[in-house]
Structure formats: structure tokens, C-alpha cells
């Protein structure tokens, strides 16, 4: 027997399972929707082991929703940084905020109040819903797809939206009235431990006998996704800018958009037949209305966004003239080298910072 949509009979050998292998996450602690919501914000492309120490960090700092809606931005993102994906925090402090002044402090108990709040997607709704309040809503990530892309055998691309539709009115029909929460984080338990992207563990599969991919041995081909097109690759000059009294001129980045709110070096994409020193001094003065001598190159970093890779190359320069301006940027300072570290930067900033602490040290 293979599952078809109108079909929900493993219901019970999936719970069954979870109750005697479940790992005990900090999040699972109880049934607190704060909780639960702050896990699935920080588990969105995020692997469990790396949001542990984070989910810790800001549940000791922020035990309530209104402890984190109080909360500066700035404080926030630099608790988050090293996680990534920086709206996430900026829509976390948001969605606090909300809750906090709009709710009194307690979280929307349906799908739809869920909804309505920043960050929250049909997925995490979902998964608020059914774990904290007990509503029998489905959940679909990528572990689930792929539980269900190998059930059906799915062959069509499940990157497609019609097919990603499918999947949905697929979760909804299997979702059960009796434990949706524990279904649904049973399902996503599945896909991490049993249900592996490479070399399922179909032996120790709770619902193999019932999984078409399984059957024909189609597993390493579902699920089905087309091929990625090439990831572009940018090169970006920031420029390390000392003033006589030896500190450095940091920027904060715009509020929306990329790593937005962090603090970086300034500086920007080389365009087209430009050096990266042309580069730097044209972005500076856009974005700062100042002029530097720019000089030799002080490191190199290379870093992959979700859609794009860069090759950072950070300057040391000395700054010549101009009163810095927040043109292109949201606002600017002048720090002191061990100062760096009470702003949040992004991962490719911080390598920068990295190697400025270990030749300090060396010259120490």
C-alpha cells in the first residue's frame, strides 16, 4: 500500500515513533507560544545545533515577549549576529513589539491572527498554532516537502508554485485533529534524522511501508528540483578608515534591505572597468561625502549570501577631509578598535575585525 492524498493512516506510527525517539530541544521546555515562536523565526534556514546557544541567549535576556519588544534594535541584532538572514531579527523585534502593545503581551490564537504579524508566514502560523495552541493546522518546510515528495513519489518539481500548492492541500489533508503539534513537529523530526536530503535511513522509517519512493526505490531522486542557475559573485571594497587619534570610521547600514541595521566598513560593489580603489573613494563619497587616501590592502574575505557570493577587500586608509554625512547610510561613527565588538556586523565585517584584533595582538 502506497499513501495517496485522501489517505491519513500513519498518523499514529508517526507519534508513536516521535514519543520514543523525540529529541529534547530547549524549545519543547513547554508550550509557551513566545517560545515556540522565537524557535521557528530562528530555525528558518537555520540548522538546530547552530540556534541552541542563540534560543538560550535570548531567552535568558528576553524571558517574555515584552522583555524583547523593550528591547533597543541595535541590542537585539547584536544578540542575533552570527545567525544570519538579519530581517528575521529586525521583523522578530517588530512582531514583539506588536504583540506586546496591540495583544497585551500574548500571542494571536489562530492562523489567521498569526498571519497578520510581521515575519509570520503560512508555515510558522502553522506551527504556532498547532504546538502552542493545539489547532490542527499543517506545516510545510522543506523536511516535510521532502517526507511527502518521497511518500508520493512525487515527480514534478517542487520548486514550482503549482506543485508547492499541491503539497499544501496535501498537508492539510493529512493534518489530524488529535495532537497537530506533535504531528507536525514529528514530520519535520522525520525529515532532519530519518528522512535525510542524501542516504534516507529508510530501515528506521516509521512509515516506509506505506511510501511509494520507498517501494520503486526512487528516494535519491525525490524530491524533484530543478538545477540552480549560476550564483553571481560580486567584488566589494570597504575601506578601514583611521583618523589621527586612531579610531575607525564605521557605517550603519540602511534599516530595510540587505544585513540591514548592521554596522560595517564603508564602501560598496566595484562597478563595471572600475578598481576597487576607484571603487572605494566614489562609494565614500556617495554614501559619506568624505575623501580618503586609500592604501594597501589589509584582508581579503570571501562570504556566500542565499543568492550571491562576494569577495570583500578591506583597505587600510587615512581619512582626508570632508564631515561625514549619512547619505547612504542610516547613521556613522568614529570607534575605537576595541569598540568593534559592542556593534552587531555582519559575518564578512567581523572576519575583517578578526584579523585587525590578531595583528594588534602580534604587534602587542
Given at each position: 500500500?502506497?499513501?495517496?492524498?485522501?489517505?491519513?493512516?500513519?498518523?499514529?506510527?508517526?507519534?508513536?515513533?516521535?514519543?520514543?525517539?523525540?529529541?529534547?530541544?530547549?524549545?519543547?521546555?513547554?508550550?509557551?507560544?513566545?517560545?515556540?515562536?522565537?524557535?521557528?523565526?530562528?530555525?528558518?534556514?537555520?540548522?538546530?545545533?547552530?540556534?541552541?546557544?542563540?534560543?538560550?541567549?535570548?531567552?535568558?535576556?528576553?524571558?517574555?515577549?515584552?522583555?524583547?519588544?523593550?528591547?533597543?534594535?541595535?541590542?537585539?541584532?547584536?544578540?542575533?549576529?552570527?545567525?544570519?538572514?538579519?530581517?528575521?531579527?529586525?521583523?522578530?523585534?517588530?512582531?514583539?513589539?506588536?504583540?506586546?502593545?496591540?495583544?497585551?503581551?500574548?500571542?494571536?490564537?489562530?492562523?489567521?491572527?498569526?498571519?497578520?504579524?510581521?515575519?509570520?508566514?503560512?508555515?510558522?502560523?502553522?506551527?504556532?498554532?498547532?504546538?502552542?495552541?493545539?489547532?490542527?493546522?499543517?506545516?510545510?518546510?522543506?523536511?516535510?516537502?521532502?517526507?511527502?515528495?518521497?511518500?508520493?513519489?512525487?515527480?514534478?518539481?517542487?520548486?514550482?508554485?503549482?506543485?508547492?500548492?499541491?503539497?499544501?492541500?496535501?498537508?492539510?489533508?493529512?493534518?489530524?485533529?488529535?495532537?497537530?503539534?506533535?504531528?507536525?513537529?514529528?514530520?519535520?523530526?522525520?525529515?532532519?534524522?530519518?528522512?535525510?536530503?542524501?542516504?534516507?535511513?529508510?530501515?528506521?522509517?516509521?512509515?516506509?511501508?506505506?511510501?511509494?519512493?520507498?517501494?520503486?526505490?526512487?528516494?535519491?531522486?525525490?524530491?524533484?528540483?530543478?538545477?540552480?542557475?549560476?550564483?553571481?559573485?560580486?567584488?566589494?571594497?570597504?575601506?578601514?578608515?583611521?583618523?589621527?587619534?586612531?579610531?575607525?570610521?564605521?557605517?550603519?547600514?540602511?534599516a530595510e534591505g540587505l544585513l540591514g541595521g548592521l554596522w560595517e566598513f564603508p564602501g560598496g560593489k566595484q562597478e563595471s572597468g572600475e578598481t576597487l580603489e576607484a571603487c572605494l573613494q566614489r562609494e565614500l563619497r556617495e554614501?559619506?561625502?568624505?575623501?580618503?587616501?586609500?592604501?594597501?590592502?589589509?584582508?581579503?574575505?570571501?562570504?556566500?549570501?542565499t543568492h550571491f557570493r562576494i569577495t570583500l577587500h578591506a583597505f587600510t586608509c587615512r581619512y582626508i577631509s570632508g564631515e561625514p554625512q549619512a547619505l547612504g547610510v542610516q547613521a556613522w561613527r568614529w570607534v575605537t578598535p576595541d569598540e568593534l565588538r559592542t556593534y552587531a556586523f555582519g559575518k564578512a565585517d567581523r572576519a575583517v575585525i578578526d584579523a585587525l584584533e590578531k595583528r594588534?595582538?602580534?604587534?602587542?
Amino acid at each position: 500500500m502506497t499513501y495517496t492524498m485522501n489517505d491519513h493512516p500513519f498518523a499514529a506510527d508517526l507519534l508513536h515513533w516521535y514519543d520514543a525517539n523525540r529529541h529534547p530541544l530547549p524549545w519543547r521546555a513547554n508550550r509557551d507560544p513566545y517560545r515556540i515562536w522565537l524557535s521557528e523565526i530562528m530555525l528558518q534556514q537555520t540548522q538546530v545545533e547552530t540556534v541552541k546557544p542563540y534560543f538560550e541567549t535570548f531567552t535568558s535576556a528576553y524571558p517574555t515577549v515584552r522583555d524583547l519588544a523593550a528591547a533597543p534594535l541595535d541590542e537585539v541584532l547584536k544578540k542575533w549576529e552570527g545567525l544570519g538572514y538579519y530581517s528575521r531579527a529586525r521583523s522578530l523585534h517588530r512582531t514583539a513589539q506588536i504583540v506586546t502593545e496591540q495583544h497585551g503581551g500574548i500571542f494571536p490564537n489562530t492562523v489567521e491572527g498569526l498571519l497578520a504579524l510581521p515575519g509570520i508566514g503560512r508555515y510558522t502560523a502553522g506551527a504556532i498554532a498547532s504546538i502552542a495552541y493545539d489547532i490542527p493546522a499543517p506545516v510545510l518546510d522543506g523536511n516535510v516537502i521532502r517526507v511527502f515528495a518521497r511518500l508520493l513519489d512525487l515527480p514534478d518539481d517542487v520548486t514550482k508554485p503549482r506543485t508547492i500548492a499541491y503539497l499544501w492541500e496535501v498537508a492539510e489533508q493529512w493534518t489530524p485533529q488529535t495532537r497537530p503539534g506533535d504531528y507536525n513537529q514529528a514530520l519535520m523530526e522525520l525529515g532532519r534524522v530519518i528522512c535525510k536530503p542524501r542516504s534516507p535511513v529508510c530501515g528506521d522509517c516509521p512509515i516506509r511501508a506505506g511510501c511509494a519512493a520507498y517501494a520503486h526505490g526512487t528516494q535519491s531522486e525525490r524530491p524533484v528540483k530543478a538545477a540552480k542557475a549560476k550564483t553571481p559573485h560580486y567584488d566589494v571594497a570597504a575601506g578601514m578608515i583611521w583618523d589621527d587619534s586612531g579610531r575607525l570610521l564605521i557605517a550603519q547600514r540602511p534599516a530595510e534591505g540587505l544585513l540591514g541595521g548592521l554596522w560595517e566598513f564603508p564602501g560598496g560593489k566595484q562597478e563595471s572597468g572600475e578598481t576597487l580603489e576607484a571603487c572605494l573613494q566614489r562609494e565614500l563619497r556617495e554614501e559619506l561625502a568624505i575623501e580618503v587616501s586609500v592604501g594597501e590592502v589589509f584582508a581579503v574575505v570571501k562570504h556566500a549570501f542565499t543568492h550571491f557570493r562576494i569577495t570583500l577587500h578591506a583597505f587600510t586608509c587615512r581619512y582626508i577631509s570632508g564631515e561625514p554625512q549619512a547619505l547612504g547610510v542610516q547613521a556613522w561613527r568614529w570607534v575605537t578598535p576595541d569598540e568593534l565588538r559592542t556593534y552587531a556586523f555582519g559575518k564578512a565585517d567581523r572576519a575583517v575585525i578578526d584579523a585587525l584584533e590578531k595583528r594588534r595582538g602580534m604587534l602587542l
